[in-house]
């Protein structure tokens, strides 16, 4: 059992790592240790007792404690802030009891309960044993008869080890832009990176990585993640002792919960781990995690897929559908998306959506025909939609105004001539799910892309359940709530989740989706670095990559294709306008990519040379078995003479014998990786490497 409850403490211990909690003299329950696993439960040092230094600096303040509150002399940054319906901001909770749930992946509960009033907290904590990754929640309770006012509702308070020079890895980005890797020196103070968006956003992305002098392949790193699709927080403190804090979890930006008596309310779980085999190591096991234990289909490697969106627009029928699906078999695509545009009134952005069944003008047959031609091909086929919107000029605007997110005085602001419709609210979610079960129990569809493209305004509820500024937690139950109901009617279905490229990509939407549409920006150069920071947190399996014709004057076909080719490859390009020699090279690439993909999409990668760093990258996937691998390695544009870099494989056997593709004769494991190779590119030149063990 890796769950050892003793002298006053818990130790959690996954295969390689450690976690544990213990009560302090003073009763306070605090963050004893995290880090590498230790042979026996009596090694991890006991709570910290610190001693007051002055009157300005009590020991409570101190604390590592476990999720402190806003309590006495306490000034580090809080985990949760409650209001009593008398006004009473301040929380003294007492360890009540624990329990532990002893399953394949066992939990650890701890009970906290305010002195005086009837709030009880219970700190949840769920083992993951063969990833090295504790999923952490936290439970509030009101047992009174009044409401308690949540202000703030972390998923967990994280302890790194005492000391104060450590960095802090992040991501940021825009639309467009997404998935840049930030990583600065934490200094005294707060820093903290978030999503005000209402859905995970393209801004930032909640991740984090903390380390010292941790390299992609050696050195530790504490890391986690929010399993959330709405607004999300993750702040780190170095107090001014020296210690290092990170919390994460729910926005409390603009954010309350009414806890009402008998109703509880429990937050997202944040995933945390740590590894002493570098940032690779951190992003291998939750790839693994979120393969294994998220999505919804598993370890299930994705078809080749074409999508008619940068094709077409919105300029769309039954017949130019038929003629691009035509061309898409032909080259070896075994899914075809129909994109935006093929329903009731929509003839551009600016009216339709809401209105989901097939326009009239464009599908008079309904879609029944076009998706027979499709399925005659050989292929299944895939539809568009984009639940959560409505445009003004719609039947569903016109019958139910009030459904939108709206402040009664106030106008409400579009974007992309789009208002959000409030999914918090019962009726819209029952309204979308009778709608998308009525398209998908009519026709044929294997594939649902879930888009969502804008950002949240006027974020008003009028006669909320609860507090109005509930809407944001409310709103993505509310998506969940209505994807997962026809996830279970129509389980063999898979969707995507695409919010203008990657607004929703995290651990939450997972759940319910097997992909994810990572950018809108297909540009190949502008891709690599997309995908690279996008593989920090989520695997090659779940990235949805499309070769289009953005670029195409500039960077060659192949390798657009071979960037693509890094993930679960897809077209979207318009190939009626593709010579022969095009569609040939297409051909030709998703055959090769056929054969590869399973390594790709159910392999560890391994990041050999970073294109946020370097005009010259290169990564390398290798199969569980480790007996078959494949090298991509790009150069952009470099003057020449250039001084290319050498290669180290990563991931072979040492003893065993392997052969690269292009080089004379095999070698060892170790030999590649230890002497490396030299790949001689020319400006926007690409390779794809075959390795096979022999
Ligand atoms: C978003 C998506 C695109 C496409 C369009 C359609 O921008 O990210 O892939 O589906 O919407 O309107």
Redo the contacts with the bound molecule.
């Keep these: 059992m890796p769950i050892h409850a003793a002298n006053s403490g818990w130790v959690l211990e996954t295969s390689q790592t450690a976690y544990a909690i213990g009560l302090n003299a003073a009763g306070l329950l605090a963050q004893r240790y995290w880090g590498a696993r230790l042979p026996y439960p009596g090694d991890y040092p006991d709570p910290l007792n610190p001693v007051e230094r002055t009157s300005f600096d009590s020991s409570a303040h101190m604390t590592p404690e476990e999720y402190p509150g806003y309590s006495a002399l306490r000034f580090t940054d809080p985990a949760f802030l409650v209001s009593f319906s008398d006004g009473v901001r301040d929380v003294v909770l007492i360890y009540k009891d624990y329990s532990v749930i002893d399953t394949a992946k066992p939990e650890l509960i701890l009970r906290l309960q305010d002195a005086h009033y009837p709030l009880t907290i219970e700190l949840h904590y769920r083992l993951h044993e063969a990833y090295d990754l504790i999923e952490r929640w936290v439970t509030f309770e009101n047992s009174g008869e009044t409401p308690v006012l949540i202000k703030r509702a972390f998923s967990a308070k994280l302890t790194l080890p005492q000391g104060d020079h450590y960095f802090l890895s992040h991501m940021y980005g825009r639309h467009l832009d997404e998935y840049h890797i930030q990583k600065e020196p934490l200094v005294p103070g707060l820093k903290h990176v978030e999503s005000r968006r209402l859905t995970t956003s393209h801004h930032s992305a909640p991740w984090f990585a903390a380390s010292q002098n941790a390299q992609e392949f050696s050195g530790e790193v504490w890391f986690g993640t929010l399993a959330w699709s709405g607004n999300w927080k993750i702040s780190a403190e170095v107090t001014e002792f020296a210690s290092t804090r990170i919390s994460i979890g729910l926005n409390d930006w603009d954010f309350a919960w009414k806890l009402m008596p008998g109703q509880p309310f429990t937050t997202p779980a944040a995933v945390i781990g740590y590894t002493q085999d570098g940032f690779h190591a951190a992003s291998r096991t939750l790839h693994d995690y979120v393969r294994n234990e998220l999505l919804p289909h598993g370890p299930q490697p994705h078809k080749v897929l074409y999508?008619s969106?940068?094709a077409t627009?919105?300029n769309i029928d039954e017949a130019s559908q038929a003629e691009l699906a035509e061309i898409a078999a032909r080259i070896g695509a075994e899914l075809f998306v129909m994109?935006?545009?093929w329903f009731h009134g929509r003839l551009s952005?600016n009216a339709g959506l809401g209105d989901w069944w097939p326009d009239e003008v464009k599908f008079p047959r309904g879609l029944g025909g076009l998706i027979q031609k499709v399925n005659d091909l050989g292929m299944e086929f895939g539809l568009?939609v984009?639940p959560e919107m409505v445009n003004p000029n719609s039947d569903l605007y016109r019958t139910h105004p009030e459904w939108v997110i709206h402040f009664p005085t106030r106008a409400r602001t579009e974007a992309?001539q789009q208002l959000i419709l409030n999914f918090g609210r019962p009726e819209v979610q029952n309204y979308m799910i009778a709608v998308l079960d009525k398209i998908l129990r009519e026709n044929n569809i294997a594939f649902v892309?879930w888009?969502m493209?804008r950002n949240v305004s006027e974020p008003g509820w009028e006669n909320a359940p609860g507090d109005p500024r509930e809407l944001w937690v409310r709103y993505v139950y509310g998506v969940y709530r209505v994807w997962s109901t026809l996830r279970e009617r129509f389980p063999r279905v898979i969707w995507q989740s695409?919010?203008?490229?990657g607004?929703r990509a995290d651990f939450g939407i997972l759940r319910l989706a097997d992909q994810i549409?990572i950018?809108?920006n297909t540009e190949a150069i502008a891709r690599l670095s997309i995908q690279e920071g996008f593989s920090q947190f989520l695997p090659a399996i779940t990235m949805e990559a499309w070769v289009t014709d953005w670029g195409r004057d500039l960077v060659p076909l192949e390798f657009r294709f071979h960037v693509s080719m890094c993930g679960s490859l897809g077209v979207?390009g318009n190939l009626l306008e593709w010579s022969p020699a095009e569609r040939d090279l297409a051909a030709r690439c998703i055959q090769l990519y056929k054969e590869i993909r399973s390594i790709i999409q159910l392999g560890d990668q391994y990041r050999l040379i970073s294109p946020q760093k370097s005009e010259f990258s290169a990564l390398m996937y290798v199969n569980k078995e480790k007996t078959r691998g494949v090298l991509f390695v790009f150069r952009v544009v470099m003057p020449d003479p250039a001084n290319l870099p050498v290669i180290y494989l990563k991931g072979l056997q040492p003893e065993a014998l392997y052969r690269v593709e292009g080089f004379d004769r095999p070698r060892s494991g170790k030999a590649w990786m230890e002497a490396g190779i030299k790949i001689e590119l020319k400006n926007l030149q690409s390779k794809v490497l075959k390795i096979e063990q022999i």
């Design positions: 999508n969106w940068e627009l919105f994109d935006d545009g952005d568009w984009e992309r892309k888009d493209n695409c919010s203008g490229g607004g549409w950018s809108d979207g």
